[in-house]
């Protein structure tokens, strides 16, 4: 991996991460210690967290967040404002009342992987796995692990009945 991604771009904010060859990072984006491999598209307005992991050839489209603990596989297609979320309990304050730090939660791993979809505007919660190859509707909130090939919808996203809408 090298240093820094394939293209300029004005405003964006890169720090300690890690890029394979030819990654693009397109304006208004915040990446900070994660690892983008070689030939991925991060879209405007992506940020992606320390302890995040993307692999080769993603797609990861404007306005998605990544936290720390996402591991995303190669060939994953990530669209507009995905939201991934690493804690399930989230507290502003810690039981003595004080703002509460890292110390206060347990960091919930997601793991994407290779060629699975993720439909924009959904939510992915700590602690699943989204197996290879799978779709993730639009809108989603997926709450527990997705089968590899599999397709989900809705809230909370369950198995898609294969009927179309027209």
Not at 74 to 83: A, L, S
Not at 115 to 132: C, K, N
Request: charged share 15%; proline share 4%.
């Amino acid at each position: 991996m090298q240093g820094s991604p394939a293209n300029e771009a004005p405003h964006r904010m890169i720090r300690e991460c890690r890029f394979g060859a030819d990654v693009v990072v397109h304006p208004f984006t915040n990446l900070y210690g994660c690892a983008v491999g070689a030939g991925s598209r991060i879209g405007t307005f992506v940020e992606i967290q320390t302890g995040a992991v993307i692999g080769r050839r993603c797609k990861i489209q404007s306005h998605t967040f990544i936290c720390d603990g996402v591991t995303i596989g190669d060939g994953v297609f990530i669209g507009h404002g995905v939201m991934f979320v690493n804690d399930k309990l989230p507290r502003a304050t810690n039981s003595d009342g004080e703002l509460a730090s890292s110390n206060d939660w347990t960091l919930l791993p997601i793991d994407v992987e290779d060629g699975a979809t993720i439909g924009s505007a959904a939510v992915i919660l700590g602690g699943v796995t989204i197996g290879a190859g799978a779709l993730v509707g639009a809108g989603a909130v997926v709450t527990r692990d997705v089968e590899a090939e599999a397709t989900v919808v809705g809230v909370p996203a369950r198995a898609s009945t294969g009927r179309q809408l027209s």
